[in-house]
């Protein structure tokens, strides 16, 4: 797996990459350009640090496929909301 940002992180063809299975951001990194990036290299894209519900729908609608936050509150809000529009 690999966090953004890391030291040493090597962006040429065959660098980290390339080793990754998948790559998680910070939310305050992520954009639909990001997210439509790290896609089209073959990276399910995750994300840290969502902690309102803006966050966790902003992460959903642009097809992050975990979020990862501190307050589940919000993550459980969008989900329902999610499920009961999709009856």
Not at 36 to 61: I, N
Request: glycine share 6%; hydrophobic share 40%.
């Amino acid at each position: 797996n690999g966090f953004y940002g890391m030291t040493y992180f090597d962006e040429s063809a065959h660098g980290t990459y390339s080793a990754m299975d998948v790559i998680c951001i910070n939310m305050r990194d992520v954009s639909r350009e990001s997210v439509s990036h790290y896609k089209s290299m073959g990276l399910p894209v995750w994300c840290w640090g969502a902690e309102d519900e803006e966050a966790v729908s902003r992460a959903v609608e642009y097809g992050i496929s975990l979020v990862v936050c501190n307050e589940p509150h919000a993550a459980v809000a969008v989900r329902d909301r999610l499920n009961k529009a999709n009856q």
